[in-house]
């Protein structure tokens, strides 16, 4: 039979072993303290909250409605159009693996630059796709450059490839990237 101590002591040994519990789920949560696997991991969750509920869990989009993002030029190409595409939004007849799309994305610049650098690096690196970081600097530049007014043209759009300050000297502006973003702490 039980004694009335074993009584009162089970429900504390539950509280115990739920409190350990708790422990370590945050412990499992904890950011990791490499810089590149916390970029990995913010582009992650910058794409799972604000852009898997049009283009997919998977990058797969929805037929007729929300391109797909995999393999495709907008993607993997130019990395200026796609910083300028997810800061200010585009829509109108766009087209992706031969489909036309006619439809708007809103703009997402209030995403800090480090958060659209890691989304981008993220979707840049998923599904297939096997195309450049992006780094945090270089969205800084496109923002401060842009004087884009309300959301793309997908057509004009397309043509509005390039990083600022980038045509004159590539391999400097690179660098000047690299180092910004190594002074800010900003992986990669
Ligand atoms: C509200 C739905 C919605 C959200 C949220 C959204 N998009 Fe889009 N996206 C679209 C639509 C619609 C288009 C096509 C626009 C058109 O038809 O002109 C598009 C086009 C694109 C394209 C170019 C076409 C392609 O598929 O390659 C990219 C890249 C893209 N989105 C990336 C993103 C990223 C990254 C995010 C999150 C930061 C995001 N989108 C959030 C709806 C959305």
């Known amino acids: 039979m039980l004694s009335s101590r074993s009584l009162i002591a089970a429900p504390l040994w539950g509280a115990v072993a739920l409190v350990a519990a708790l422990f370590f789920l945050i412990a499992c949560e904890e950011e990791p303290s490499d810089p590149q696997e916390r970029f990995e991991r913010l582009g992650q969750r910058v794409y799972n909250s604000y852009c898997a509920t049009c283009h997919g869990a998977n990058g797969q989009g929805v037929q007729g409605a929300f391109p797909p993002l995999r393999q495709t030029e ?38 800090s630059d480090q958060q659209i650098a890691a989304v981008l690096t993220h979707i840049r690196s998923s599904w297939g796709n096997d195309a450049e970081t992006i780094r945090p600097a270089q969205v800084q530049r496109v923002r401060q450059a842009s004087t884009q007014q309300g959301t793309w043209q997908a057509s004009e759009l397309w043509e509005a490839t390039g990083m600022p300050g980038a045509a004159d000297a590539p391999a400097e502006a690179g660098a000047a990237d690299e180092a910004a973003d190594e002074a800010a702490g900003n992986a990669p």
Do not use: C, K, P, Q
């Open 74 to 111: 907008w993607v993997v190409g130019d990395e200026g159009r796609l910083i300028r595409l997810v800061l200010h939004g585009v829509g109108g007849e766009m087209e992706v693996l031969g489909e036309t799309y006619n439809n708007v994305m809103t703009a997402h610049g209030f995403l």
